[in-house]
């Protein structure tokens, strides 16, 4: 077998897994009532944005623009495409593992060509329209964001694999500063930044294929990546629930939890409802990722409601107050599916108003947050007032509509 | 009686069955001890008590209604999020106990398994026999007809080994019925009154230590481990 074979073969294994994934998880449903609208309202939007009809974009400057396409930048993940069993056999072919690192890179670099020529065309018409940059600046300027994006995905990886956790973090941070600090530069030097990215990307090229790759690391890094997609999506399944990676790792936690220290009990009463009342509040302000999660989304929301323009923002406001819905459905499923409530013969309890309470709680302080920014984006301070008790009762629907829809049989 | 067990199949589906021809009954007191090699059935049989299995042909009769079951899993599970005390909280809840006598069943367990100075504490940092005790204590606070326990003597330390069968014996004493799971064939002869042996997801001797050693049938048979042997290889 060569080098391209082998890659060949593990490409499509890749591709079939994440085939399955998306049979398993996407729908004509999914189409119907999420991608096509989608696809819809962003096309509108888009040919919106080439024809200046929205006026945000005026009061956006070109440092927060580098700002958000740094940030792109970080993202993505790329594979090594190496099995655990590879370390019995393929391992000691270090011929064919060199030829398979190479194809990797050569595909990585591929993907990463098609996700930042997306993204570029995707935000072209701010650059060009708003900003008033010509098609060659701006063409030279998405080169220079490929080949940054290319050195980026190497380095990253190979920071993952061969520092500490805190030093990789650090070394990530400043690697994005220094691109911060390229990119602007740029705006009056393109052709000089684009002979530093050049060098920049032969050099990651040149450390990670001089340095022999670590074996298990790789592996780790693959499954984590993996992993984490795999559960970000499977998270809209009732059984599954939220991602597992969501959960803190054992050295991350220390002996007491930072909330409610002393194991205060929130309600008096002894009652299954009270105890699955205090078991969801208690749980869900203890894993702070999920309340990292819950912020991110409204804090996000909000800037939503306010960038958009007049009617998408109460579009997106409907489809956010529905996605806290689904948080809270996920969450729950995932709470009562615990094998810990499988330890006992309990009572059978009627839950159904218990899970209401719970997502109505939850509900509230996005909702409460996305009606006052649409309330007065759209009314001024009239809005601050009418819109937020339109926003309660929209949760209450929307709350009572999903606990319908959870597992509360236990 | 305690519980009734008939099942005829149980395991992922119908066309996947993993146990069948299970049928046995525990009595008030009685200490039943689930023996067999890795792969025997064990572990579905139990899930099939707690209706954990994803497909069952049979019943699981409860003498009472109001009869409630604990299982000590082999494998610790918690709430990550929440301290041991929430724990007990938690379970004296879903009973619909007292806070004064959750405190008064649980005090002295605590003291026992000396958990008292960690109840403040998250599970998720303690050491597997720690986390075990944690199950122990939760089962007996709860004080049900019937304990399952699956591998108890995995994570213990002697002493508290001792106190978990001392306090198993009162239980017993008091009327509740005990199935246990378990390799430690020396063990379980020791204090088991009744033996289920499986081999191959099928019962293939039951009854009492003297039923099982007529059933191995040699006159150099003279303990479980010996028997069970002849009666694997007769299978």
């Given at each position: 077998m060569t080098g391209f074979e082998l890659f060949k073969k593990r490409l499509q294994h890749h591709y079939r897994f994440y085939n399955r994934l998306r049979h398993t998880t996407v729908d004509w449903t999914v189409w119907v009532y999420i991608f096509i609208p989608f696809f819809i309202v962003g096309a509108s939007f888009y040919i919106d944005l080439w024809l200046k009809v929205p006026i945000w974009p005026e009061n956006v400057s070109a440092e927060f623009m580098l700002m958000v396409v740094v940030f792109l930048m970080y993202l993505g993940s790329h594979y090594a495409f190496l099995f655990n069993a590879d370390v019995l056999y393929l391992w000691q072919k270090i011929d064919l593992i060199n030829a398979l690192n190479r194809y990797r890179i050569g595909y990585m670099a591929l993907i990463t060509f098609v996700k930042t020529s997306l993204f570029m065309i995707l935000v072209s018409p701010i650059f060009i329209q708003y900003f008033n940059w010509d098609a060659l600046t701006y063409l030279k300027f998405s080169i220079l964001v490929y080949i940054l994006s290319t050195a980026k995905e190497l380095l990253k990886r190979e920071a993952k694999i061969r520092l500490s956790k805190w030093t990789y973090r650090f070394s990530i941070l400043l690697l994005m500063i220094v691109y911060f600090l390229m990119l602007l530069k740029s705006v009056t030097n393109d052709w000089a930044m684009l002979m530093v990215s050049i060098v920049i990307l032969v050099s990651s090229m040149v450390i990670v294929l001089s340095k022999p790759q670590k074996f298990y690391q790789e592996i780790e890094i693959d499954t984590e990546q993996r992993n984490q997609f795999t559960q970000l999506i499977l998270m809209q399944s009732a059984h599954i629930g939220a991602p597992e990676w969501m959960t803190q790792s054992n050295n991350q936690v220390s002996n007491r939890p930072w909330i409610f220290r002393n194991s205060q009990k929130l309600y008096s009463t002894y009652t299954p409802q009270f105890a699955y009342q205090e078991l969801m509040i208690k749980t869900l302000l203890r894993r702070k990722k999920w309340v990292l999660l819950y912020l991110q989304f409204t804090f996000g929301g909000v800037a939503l409601i306010v960038l958009f323009p007049s009617w998408y923002k109460v579009l997106i406001y409907l489809i956010l107050l529905f996605f806290i819905g689904q948080l809270a459905r996920s969450y729950w499923n995932q709470i009562v599916s615990e094998r810990f409530l499988e330890l006992f013969y309990w009572k059978p309890v009627e839950l159904s108003n218990v899970s209401k309470k719970m997502f109505r709680l939850m509900m509230v302080p996005s909702s409460l947050l996305f009606s006052i920014a649409l309330g007065y984006k759209l009314f001024s301070y009239v809005g601050i007032i009418i819109v937020p008790i339109i926003g309660f009762i929209l949760s209450f629907i929307i709350a009572d509509f999903f606990s319908r829809r959870v597992i509360i049989n236990i | 009686m305690v519980i009734d067990i008939n099942i005829n199949q149980a395991g992922y589906g119908k066309d996947e069955p993993i146990i069948q021809n299970i049928n046995f009954s525990i009595k008030e007191g009685e200490l039943v001890g689930l023996l067999g090699p890795n792969g025997a059935g064990k572990s579905t049989t139990i899930k099939s008590i707690l209706e954990t299995i994803d497909y069952m042909d049979g019943s699981v009769q409860f003498w009472d209604d109001s009869m409630r079951y604990a299982y000590i899993p082999e494998q610790p599970v918690y709430y990550d999020e929440l301290t041991l005390w929430e724990h007990i909280q938690f379970t004296a809840s879903m009973c619909e106990m007292s806070e004064e006598k959750m405190k008064d069943r649980v005090q002295p367990l605590l003291e026992i398994f000396r958990l008292n100075k960690v109840?403040?504490?998250?599970?998720?940092?303690?050491s597997k026999g720690m986390q075990q005790k944690l199950m122990i204590i939760l089962a007996f606070l709860i004080k049900p007809n019937l304990y399952i326990i699956d591998e108890p003597f995995i994570g213990l330390d002697p002493k508290a080994m001792k106190d978990f069968l001392r306090l198993l014996e009162h239980e017993r004493a008091n009327g509740a019925g005990v199935l246990m799971s378990t390799h430690m064939l020396d063990t379980a002869e020791r204090i088991c009154d009744h033996f289920i042996l499986m081999s191959e997801g099928e019962v293939i001797a039951q009854g009492t230590l003297e039923n099982i050693l007529k059933a191995a049938g040699s006159n150099n048979v003279v303990s479980l481990l010996d028997s069970f042997e002849i009666l694997m290889e007769r299978t």
């Amino acid at each position: 077998m060569t080098g391209f074979e082998l890659f060949k073969k593990r490409l499509q294994h890749h591709y079939r897994f994440y085939n399955r994934l998306r049979h398993t998880t996407v729908d004509w449903t999914v189409w119907v009532y999420i991608f096509i609208p989608f696809f819809i309202v962003g096309a509108s939007f888009y040919i919106d944005l080439w024809l200046k009809v929205p006026i945000w974009p005026e009061n956006v400057s070109a440092e927060f623009m580098l700002m958000v396409v740094v940030f792109l930048m970080y993202l993505g993940s790329h594979y090594a495409f190496l099995f655990n069993a590879d370390v019995l056999y393929l391992w000691q072919k270090i011929d064919l593992i060199n030829a398979l690192n190479r194809y990797r890179i050569g595909y990585m670099a591929l993907i990463t060509f098609v996700k930042t020529s997306l993204f570029m065309i995707l935000v072209s018409p701010i650059f060009i329209q708003y900003f008033n940059w010509d098609a060659l600046t701006y063409l030279k300027f998405s080169i220079l964001v490929y080949i940054l994006s290319t050195a980026k995905e190497l380095l990253k990886r190979e920071a993952k694999i061969r520092l500490s956790k805190w030093t990789y973090r650090f070394s990530i941070l400043l690697l994005m500063i220094v691109y911060f600090l390229m990119l602007l530069k740029s705006v009056t030097n393109d052709w000089a930044m684009l002979m530093v990215s050049i060098v920049i990307l032969v050099s990651s090229m040149v450390i990670v294929l001089s340095k022999p790759q670590k074996f298990y690391q790789e592996i780790e890094i693959d499954t984590e990546q993996r992993n984490q997609f795999t559960q970000l999506i499977l998270m809209q399944s009732a059984h599954i629930g939220a991602p597992e990676w969501m959960t803190q790792s054992n050295n991350q936690v220390s002996n007491r939890p930072w909330i409610f220290r002393n194991s205060q009990k929130l309600y008096s009463t002894y009652t299954p409802q009270f105890a699955y009342q205090e078991l969801m509040i208690k749980t869900l302000l203890r894993r702070k990722k999920w309340v990292l999660l819950y912020l991110q989304f409204t804090f996000g929301g909000v800037a939503l409601i306010v960038l958009f323009p007049s009617w998408y923002k109460v579009l997106i406001y409907l489809i956010l107050l529905f996605f806290i819905g689904q948080l809270a459905r996920s969450y729950w499923n995932q709470i009562v599916s615990e094998r810990f409530l499988e330890l006992f013969y309990w009572k059978p309890v009627e839950l159904s108003n218990v899970s209401k309470k719970m997502f109505r709680l939850m509900m509230v302080p996005s909702s409460l947050l996305f009606s006052i920014a649409l309330g007065y984006k759209l009314f001024s301070y009239v809005g601050i007032i009418i819109v937020p008790i339109i926003g309660f009762i929209l949760s209450f629907i929307i709350a009572d509509f999903f606990s319908r829809r959870v597992i509360i049989n236990i | 009686m305690v519980i009734d067990i008939n099942i005829n199949q149980a395991g992922y589906g119908k066309d996947e069955p993993i146990i069948q021809n299970i049928n046995f009954s525990i009595k008030e007191g009685e200490l039943v001890g689930l023996l067999g090699p890795n792969g025997a059935g064990k572990s579905t049989t139990i899930k099939s008590i707690l209706e954990t299995i994803d497909y069952m042909d049979g019943s699981v009769q409860f003498w009472d209604d109001s009869m409630r079951y604990a299982y000590i899993p082999e494998q610790p599970v918690y709430y990550d999020e929440l301290t041991l005390w929430e724990h007990i909280q938690f379970t004296a809840s879903m009973c619909e106990m007292s806070e004064e006598k959750m405190k008064d069943r649980v005090q002295p367990l605590l003291e026992i398994f000396r958990l008292n100075k960690v109840i403040h504490e998250l599970p998720v940092t303690f050491s597997k026999g720690m986390q075990q005790k944690l199950m122990i204590i939760l089962a007996f606070l709860i004080k049900p007809n019937l304990y399952i326990i699956d591998e108890p003597f995995i994570g213990l330390d002697p002493k508290a080994m001792k106190d978990f069968l001392r306090l198993l014996e009162h239980e017993r004493a008091n009327g509740a019925g005990v199935l246990m799971s378990t390799h430690m064939l020396d063990t379980a002869e020791r204090i088991c009154d009744h033996f289920i042996l499986m081999s191959e997801g099928e019962v293939i001797a039951q009854g009492t230590l003297e039923n099982i050693l007529k059933a191995a049938g040699s006159n150099n048979v003279v303990s479980l481990l010996d028997s069970f042997e002849i009666l694997m290889e007769r299978t």
